[in-house]
C-alpha cells in the first residue's frame, strides 16, 4: 500500500474505531405517573425497530405530517365515522371487527412494533395475536387495546424521534405533559381551544370522572386521545385508533372559539368528559 492510499484510509479507519466504541444511545423511559424512571434507559439498539427516516428524522417533527398519516391511516380502514355515544352501538361478530380482518390485524401489529420501545411486550402484539403469535379471542381485544400504540405510531413516524413518551398507555403521555417530563407536549384544560395535529384526551372506565386539576396522577389509568385533523367554527374532526375496533374519526362539539369546554368548565360535549388538551410542540 502507498503513502498515499494510507493517507487516505487512516482517517477512516480511525472513525470506525470511535464509531464502534460509542455507547448506544439511551432513551428515558417514562413510569405511568409520567416521571422519567431514575437510570431507565432502552437497551442497545433502541431504534432498531424504526424506519431510518423516523428514527434520524429525515424532517423535522412536522404538524402537518402528523395529520396527513393519521388521515392515511384512516383512509386505509375504509374511512369510518362513529359520532354515536360510546357504548351505544351493539359489539360487532368477530369476523366483522376491522382489527381482525385480513391486511388490517397486520397493520395494528405495525403499530406495535414500530410504536414501542424494543423491550416492550407489546411489540409482537397484532390486531388479532398475543405475544407468542396465538389468536386471543375476540372478546378480549380489551386486553389488547392499541388506541395509544396508534398515537404513538403517528407521533414516531411524523419525526418525534426521541422526545415523545411512546407508551402503550395513554396516560403515560397525559401524566407526562402535566408533569412537565415531556419536552414535546404541554397539557391544557379543557376550557382551551386545540389546534390542528394537537390530541385531546378523556378518562374512560373508573377515571370517567377525572378532572384536569388531578393532573398528574401517581398511577395510570385508563384513557383515549384523539388527534385533531380539522376545524371549525364549533366544531373538531378527530382520528382516534382502535375506535370501533379500527381506525375512526369522531365529530366533537366546541364552544364558537374552539374550546372543549366552557369558561366553568362545562364540557360541551355530552358523550365523552374531556380532560386536557395536550399541545403538540412541533418543529414547524
Not at 26 to 36: D, E, L, V, W, Y
Not at 186 to 200: F, S, V, W
Request: hydrophobic share 40%; glycine share 8%.
Amino acid at each position: 500500500m502507498n503513502r498515499r492510499m494510507r493517507r487516505f484510509l487512516v482517517p477512516f479507519v480511525a472513525l470506525a474505531m470511535v464509531s464502534g466504541c460509542a455507547a448506544p444511545p439511551k432513551h428515558p423511559r417514562f413510569t405511568p405517573s409520567g416521571q422519567i424512571a431514575p437510570g431507565a434507559a432502552v437497551p442497545p439498539g433502541p431504534d432498531e425497530h424504526v424506519p431510518a427516516f423516523a428514527a434520524d428524522p429525515y424532517e423535522p417533527f412536522s404538524r402537518a405530517d402528523a395529520i396527513a398519516i393519521a388521515l392515511r391511516e384512516w383512509r386505509l380502514f375504509g374511512r369510518p365515522v362513529d359520532d354515536d355515544p360510546p357504548d351505544s352501538r351493539p359489539p360487532p361478530l368477530p369476523e366483522d371487527k376491522p382489527e381482525r380482518m385480513a391486511g388490517l390485524w397486520e397493520r395494528v401489529g405495525e403499530y406495535w412494533w414500530i410504536s414501542q420501545y424494543p423491550d416492550a411486550r407489546e411489540v409482537a402484539w397484532t390486531g388479532m395475536h398475543n405475544g407468542a403469535g396465538n389468536v386471543f379471542p375476540a372478546d378480549q381485544d380489551g386486553s389488547y387495546a392499541w388506541s395509544a400504540a396508534f398515537i404513538s405510531y403517528v407521533m414516531r413516524i411524523a419525526g418525534a424521534g426521541d422526545r415523545f413518551p411512546y407508551s402503550a398507555n395513554h396516560s403515560t403521555y397525559i401524566n407526562a405533559a402535566a408533569a412537565g417530563t415531556s419536552s414535546v407536549l404541554r397539557a391544557q384544560p379543557p376550557q382551551t381551544a386545540p389546534d390542528l395535529g394537537d390530541l385531546i384526551c378523556t378518562g374512560r372506565g373508573n377515571s370517567h370522572g377525572l378532572r384536569f386539576a388531578s393532573l398528574p396522577t401517581a398511577y395510570g389509568f385508563p384513557s383515549h386521545c384523539d388527534i385533531v385533523v380539522g376545524k371549525r367554527p364549533g366544531m373538531l374532526t378527530v382520528i382516534g385508533g382502535n375506535v370501533d375496533d379500527a381506525v375512526t374519526v369522531k365529530h366533537v362539539p366546541t364552544t364558537p372559539d374552539g374550546a372543549l369546554a366552557m369558561p366553568d368548565g362545562t364540557v360541551v360535549d355530552t358523550r365523552y368528559p374531556w380532560l386536557v388538551v395536550l399541545k403538540v410542540l412541533y418543529d414547524r
